[in-house]
């Protein structure tokens, strides 16, 4: 994202949070750009580090900033949830599917085009749904916990 769609994103999240009643701060505001700013997902101590969070509150301020992100839909939780833990933005128009390495948490984003969008057409179809939408996580051995996985299975 450009440097205009992270701040234009940033102030449309900051407004669906005020129509709900959420107060404005300027930690949220950081917290949602940081997250607008990474292409990947990003564990909550990954973001608590960036330097222009870590100057404006405590980790405890970011899990609750996150948290309440989350609850309005604007946040998916992906990964191990008893491992690892990562939070991506929710951007209308973008989608992402991850790898999760069930050994040691990686996440790695799926580089092809995504054959749940058709299904997702013949649902909405069919049901009479609307927006449908899906996440996706297919979970496996990354090649740097492979050699160590199958030593110990041996």
Same mark, same amino acid.
């Given at each position: ?8 994103? $940033? ?13 404005? $701060? ?23 580090? $960036? #330097?222009?969070? *870590? ?66 057409? *013949? ?19 990354? #090649? ?11």
């Amino acid at each position: 994202m450009s440097d205009q769609e992270i701040q234009n994103h $940033t102030a449309e999240c900051i407004q669906r949070l005020r129509q709900r009643g959420a107060r404005r $701060t300027r930690a949220l505001e950081l917290v949602i750009a940081e997250l607008a700013r990474r292409r990947s997902p990003v564990t909550l101590a990954e973001l608590a580090a $960036t #330097p222009a969070i *870590k100057e404006q509150c405590d980790p405890a301020t970011v899990y609750r900033l996150v948290m309440k992100l989350e609850e309005h839909g604007m946040v998916r939780r992906l990964g191990l949830h008893e491992r690892s833990t990562y939070f991506l933005l929710v951007v209308a128009g973008q989608h992402h599917d991850y790898l999760v390495c069930t050994a040691c948490g990686k996440m790695e984003e799926i580089d092809m085009a995504c054959p749940v969008h058709a299904l997702e057409a *013949k649902l909405e179809k069919s049901s009479g749904f609307r927006h449908i939408y899906h996440e996706l996580e297919f979970f496996g051995i990354c #090649p740097a916990c492979s050699p160590s996985v199958s030593a110990a299975a041996h």
